[in-house]
């Protein structure tokens, strides 16, 4: 059972998609006041002390994912090493610093493609 409106769940999905309250309350044409109120009792009724709390809930709550700190410590490490792996295996431009002597130069590796008719470089 879900201990919250429809109206509540609404502006909680704004806050998570990084809406101020402003902007959830110009979008739903209503009063700042009252998006703060329905925000406050959405956080009284989920136990949540901050926002961000209240954004964990929804998280919780909408991908059935449980955030104890293990699984998060685990679930961020495995996100990391993908990451990491992702930028290894894929051939982008990035900078990469080297040292000369004393001090650092950064080089950037750029690919060369042909070029078109306003005779700047596509990549092929």
Same mark, same amino acid.
């Given at each position: 059972m879900n201990p919250l409106t429809p109206v509540e769940i609404q502006t909680i999905e704004?806050? &998570?998609?990084?809406?101020?309250?402003?902007?959830?309350? +110009?979008?739903?044409?209503?009063?700042?006041?009252?998006?703060?109120?329905? &925000?406050?009792? +959405?956080?009284?009724?989920?136990?949540?002390?901050k926002q961000t709390d209240l954004v964990r809930w929804w998280f919780v709550k909408e991908t059935g994912i449980d955030l104890n700190p293990l699984k998060r410590r685990l679930m961020a490490g495995f996100a990391l090493l993908m990451l990491v792996f992702a930028e290894l295996c894929t051939d982008n431009d990035y900078l990469r610093a080297r040292k000369t002597g004393?001090?650092? &130069?950064?080089?950037?590796? &750029?690919?060369?493609?042909?070029?078109?008719e306003d005779n700047n470089y596509y990549l092929t």
């Amino acid at each position: 059972m879900n201990p919250l409106t429809p109206v509540e769940i609404q502006t909680i999905e704004y806050i &998570v998609l990084g809406w101020t309250e402003k902007e959830i309350a +110009a979008k739903r044409k209503r009063s700042l006041h009252t998006i703060r109120r329905q &925000v406050r009792s +959405a956080m009284a009724k989920t136990g949540s002390c901050k926002q961000t709390d209240l954004v964990r809930w929804w998280f919780v709550k909408e991908t059935g994912i449980d955030l104890n700190p293990l699984k998060r410590r685990l679930m961020a490490g495995f996100a990391l090493l993908m990451l990491v792996f992702a930028e290894l295996c894929t051939d982008n431009d990035y900078l990469r610093a080297r040292k000369t002597g004393k001090r650092t &130069v950064k080089t950037m590796r &750029v690919r060369r493609g042909k070029r078109n008719e306003d005779n700047n470089y596509y990549l092929t």
